[in-house]
């Protein structure tokens, strides 16, 4: 069963640290979201691509993160300078173009800034 | 401002007894609700969904129970198995052509003991 990828699997890092993580979602998935999940919460969109290009970026906190998706495919979402409260579970998830209501999730990005 | 209000936060259940969590929320234009499982370490997955055209969807041991009236939907977990304790989210969305903006709850916390 195909299956979203994403690394690293945990990540540790000191504040004011770069870090970057990768997805590589579902083949022929053309949107890929990125959530954010705090501990105890439930997860939040940072960003949504539809094959390249931004559809929904209102929650990502642009004045440290980025998400690119330069050729539709892999995605990499990056923080600089990371904070201590970016200490969370970066989820990937993907959709099928026409069937957007289910999005499959990959395993998570665990983020410990210290 | 949470979207969607989950409740309990954490339940314990004995095997072979019935798990019910709950959800509401407030915006009328949300018209697709998935409940989402998820295990330590692991991403979180499509357990079963529905839209405000039923009031119930069953599958398996696990039934959706929608009451679009009182903006709310539950999650029954029918004869819960030891194999069943993770952590459950409701979410939220509106249909959209561009994508789908999940609203996820806070999560609640299901043991079931032996």
């Known amino acids: 069963e195909a299956e979203v990828a994403q690394s690293p699997r945990y990540k540790i890092t000191e504040k004011s640290q770069a870090v970057a993580f990768w997805c590589d979602p579902i083949?022929?998935?053309?949107?890929l979201y990125w959530y954010r999940q705090i501990l105890g919460q439930g997860p939040e969109l940072l960003v949504q691509?539809?094959?390249?290009?931004?559809?929904?970026d209102s929650q990502l906190p642009k004045d440290r993160f980025s998400a690119e998706r330069l050729k539709g495919v892999d995605s990499t979402l990056k923080i600089q300078p990371a904070e201590l409260g970016d200490s969370a579970m970066y989820l990937c998830?993907?959709?099928?173009?026409?069937?957007?209501?289910?999005?499959?999730f990959g395993p998570g990005t665990r983020l410990t800034v210290l | 401002q949470q979207q969607v209000k989950q409740s309990p936060q954490s339940l314990i259940v004995q095997k072979g007894g019935i798990s019910i969590i709950n959800c509401a929320y407030e915006?009328?234009?949300?018209?697709?609700f998935p409940w989402y499982q998820q295990f330590p370490g692991k991403g979180p997955a499509l357990l079963i969904a529905?839209?405000?055209?039923?009031s119930e969807k069953k599958e398996g041991r696990f039934t959706i129970s929608f009451n679009k009236s009182a903006k709310q939907f539950s999650l029954h977990i029918m004869d819960s198995q030891p194999g069943d304790s993770a952590t459950y989210f409701c979410?939220?969305?509106?249909?959209?052509?561009?994508?789908?903006?999940?609203?996820f709850g806070t999560g609640t916390s299901l043991t079931v003991i032996p």
């Open positions: 083949s022929g998935h053309a949107t």
């Open positions: 529905i839209r405000p055209d039923v």
């Open positions: 979410a939220a969305s509106p249909i959209s052509n561009t994508g789908n903006q999940f609203y």
């Open positions: 691509f539809q094959d390249e290009s931004v559809v929904d």
């Open positions: 915006n009328t234009a949300f018209d697709y």
């Open positions: 998830a993907s959709s099928l173009r026409d069937h957007k209501d289910t999005q499959y």
